[in-house]
């Protein structure tokens, strides 16, 4: 599951999943690929935390790939990404390389620092697991977590539930879920847990939103 190289291209002739992309077997390896325990499939008594991005709301330990893709969006990573030049020289990151939906997957593996992808920007981070004992397609994996920074694409479209990402706070998170599980030494990071799934709220050092998380620890036993 990896990018194959090519030559520049601009933002409209981004790749989507129907393209062949050749596996890279070293950067997989050590960028992409770490085995997943016994626990990666097991089910959490709670509710997952929902974030919505676009019009898709994600359940982390639910949503497949295939369904975040039918809802428009692609997948790739760092080394499918390329700077790409305008007219003025002006530049921009643009990932011009996104992953074949149908690469298969190693059995009970997980796949972390996947960008997701839309009009050749990153809308988003996510992790996917294949929790099967056989191998998969990269579309029956799924999304175990998903974290959206403040500089990601459509970031005005992206909710936690219901809050928009303008407007969370670590007050707005608090009134809904309770106090929060853990905080930061230096009070940037704050952690909600509900069973199986967390979510974590982390500041910049201006004091606004830096990201907001959501994950289902297919880790726990």
Do not use: H
């Not at 369904?67 to 428009?72: H, I, K, T, V």
């Not at 998969?136 to 799924?142: G, I, N, V, Y």
């Amino acid at each position: 599951m990896g990018i194959a190289d090519r030559k520049q291209k601009p933002l409209k002739n981004v790749k989507r999943p129907g393209m062949v992309i050749r596996c890279v077997r070293d950067v997989v390896v050590l960028v992409m690929i770490v085995m997943c325990v016994a626990g990666c499939g097991s089910s959490a008594p709670a509710d997952p935390y929902v974030i919505k991005i676009g019009d898709k709301e994600i359940r982390t330990g639910e949503t497949t790939v295939q369904e975040l893709a039918d809802a428009g969006y692609d997948f790739s990573d760092l080394s499918g990404r390329e700077r790409v030049y305008g007219d003025d020289f002006s530049s921009e990151w643009v990932y011009t390389q996104v992953y074949d939906l149908t690469s298969e997957t190693e059995a009970k593996t997980v796949y972390p620092s996947i960008t997701v992808v839309k009009d050749g920007q990153q809308a988003a981070l996510i992790t996917i697991c294949n929790e099967s004992k056989d191998n998969a397609p990269l579309s029956d994996c799924k999304i175990t977590s998903v974290t959206v920074y403040e500089y990601c694409w459509e970031v005005e479209k992206v909710s936690v539930e219901e809050i928009s990402f303008e407007d969370l706070s670590s007050d707005a998170l608090t009134e809904i879920f309770g106090e929060p599980k853990k905080i930061s030494d230096n009070k940037d990071k704050y952690t909600w847990e509900r069973g199986l799934y967390t979510l974590e709220l982390e500041y910049q050092d201006d004091g606004t939103v830096r990201s907001i998380g959501v994950n289902f620890n297919e880790f726990a036993s």
